[in-house]
C-alpha cells in the first residue's frame, strides 16, 4: 500500500506544482494622482479591458492601489505588489526618477514593470506613453500660427514637477521663444483640475487687460473658459480638452455668434487599456519585440477642429459631460509589438 500511496501523493504534487506553473497571472496597477476625471475613466478603462482578459483566462485578478501625490505611498504599493508576486505592475508615476529603486527592486524580483501615461528613467521598465514634449510641442505651434507670431499667451500647465506637465510647459516656452512677437504675459499651474484652473485663470485675468490667447490642457480648459465668460472677456485664441463637456461649450460660444478659435487634441485616459495589453501578454512569457529606449509612444490619431466639432460630438451623445475622447490600440496592433507565439 505504501508505494501506491507514495505515487498518488507524488502525482497530487506534481499536479498542484503545474497548475501553480501555469496559473493565470495578476496585474498590478499602481496610480499615483488621482481625484480628476481623467483618472477615474483611466482606472475604468482598465478595469473593464482586464475583465476581458480574465475571461480569457489571461489574467486572474487586478491588484489598483493609488497613492495620491505621494511619491512615498507610490513606492510603497509597488513594494507591496512586488511581495504578493504579482505577473507584472502597472504604474502611472509621480515622478520620472524617484521610483527607480523600487523599479531596480521589481527587476531583482523578476516582476515586469510597465510605465504608462508618464515614463520612467530605469531602463528596466517599458514605457507605454505619449510623447507629452511634442503634444505640448503641437498646441503651442498651433497657437503661435494663429497669432502670426504676435500677441500676448498665457500658459497654464498641470501639476508642478509632474513628468508630463514639465515636459508640456517646456515645449509650449520653448516654441513661443522662437517667436519675438509673442509674450507669455503669465505662467502657471492649475493642477489638471477644472475648478482650480479656473479660480487661476480668474486671477490671471483679473491681472492682464490683454490676453490674445490661452495654451492650456486636459481637465481645465472648461475652468479657464468659465473665467473669461465671468469676467465678460472675450477668449480668441485656446487649446482644449478632449472632453465633453468643453466641447460642448464650445458648441455654445460658437452658435452664440463668438468666433473663438480652438484645438483640440486627444490625451486618451484609456492608454492604461493599451499599458494592461502589454503588460498582460508579457505576464504570460510573450517576447516583446526591442523598442528604442525601451518606450512605446502612443501615436494620437484624434482631434478635434471647428470642422469636427459636431461630429465629434455626435459620436460622444450617449456620454456624460465628463467624458474623454478615447483611443487605444487594438488587440491585433498589440500583438504586432511581440514575437510570435
Known sequence: MKAPLARI?????FAGATAAATAAPSIGLSNGYFGTEWRNQMIAG????????????LASDLVVQQSGANTGQQIQDMRNMIRQKVGAIMVDANSATALNGVISEAQRAKVPVISFDQAV????????????????????QWVADQLHGEGNVVVL???????????????????????PGIKVVWSGYGEWDEAKAQAVMATVIAAQPKIDAVFTEDAMALGVLRA?????????????????????AWKKERDAGNPM??????????????????????????????????TYYYPITKTVTEQT???????????????????????????AMFAAK
Open 157 to 179: 500647465d498641470g501639476i508642478p514637477g509632474h513628468p508630463a506637465a514639465e515636459a508640456r510647459k517646456k515645449a509650449a516656452l520653448e516654441t513661443f521663444a522662437k517667436y
Open 309 to 335: 466639432l459636431d461630429s465629434t460630438l455626435d459620436s460622444m451623445k450617449d456620454k456624460p459631460d465628463s467624458y474623454f475622447l478615447a483611443e487605444w490600440l487594438s488587440e491585433p496592433d498589440l500583438d
Open 261 to 294: 478659435k480652438v484645438f483640440v487634441q486627444a490625451n486618451p485616459p484609456d492608454i492604461s487599456r493599451t499599458a494592461l495589453g502589454i503588460a498582460v501578454r508579457v505576464a504570460n512569457g510573450r517576447a516583446l519585440k526591442t523598442l528604442p529606449e525601451n
Open 46 to 57: 482598465a478595469k473593464e479591458q482586464f475583465d476581458t482578459y480574465k475571461t480569457q483566462g
Open 228 to 248: 473669461f465668460q465671468n469676467a465678460n472677456r472675450r477668449v480668441a485664441i485656446m487649446t482644449g480638452e478632449a472632453q465633453k463637456g468643453f466641447l460642448e
Open 121 to 140: 528613467t530605469n531602463k528596466y521598465a517599458i514605457n507605454v506613453t505619449v510623447d507629452h514634449y511634442k503634444w505640448g510641442q503641437r498646441y503651442a
Open 9 to 13: 501523493l507524488l502525482a497530487a504534487v
